[in-house]
């Protein structure tokens, strides 16, 4: 694989072992399986990605989880847009067609 990283300064603060140890680590303990949640349920695609669960600093096994490729997507333009996003979540109740 190749590009992906023009224009970040993201590879300098991952830890010289991340290749190595902690990202293949993380992929097999989650068994390559996404664990984003979507409305409580986990997602399950194959991941290939590894996703910081808290600080982005911290490379900590539990604070790592394994992410499909659009989970981490979402994921990483979602950062920044906190704001934005909470609005977004609040669905308002629907209505039951059903109900009289
Ligand atoms: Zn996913």
């Not at 990605?49 to 394994?66: C, F, K, N, S």
């Not at 997507?73 to 059903?98: C, F, I, L, Y």
Request: charged share 30%; hydrophobic share 30%.
């Amino acid at each position: 694989m190749s590009g992906g990283w023009a224009g970040s300064n993201r590879r300098a603060e991952l830890p010289p072992d991340w290749y190595t140890h902690i990202r293949p680590f993380v992929l097999a303990r989650d068994e390559y399986r996404c664990r984003n949640r979507i409305d409580g349920v986990v997602c399950g695609r194959t991941a290939n990605q590894v996703d910081h669960i808290g600080d982005r600093h911290d490379h900590r096994p539990e604070m790592l989880q394994a992410l499909c490729a659009e989970c981490h997507a979402a994921k990483s333009s979602r950062q920044g847009n906190d704001a934005r996003w909470t609005v977004r979540m609040t669905r308002p109740p629907e209505r039951h067609p059903g109900l009289l």
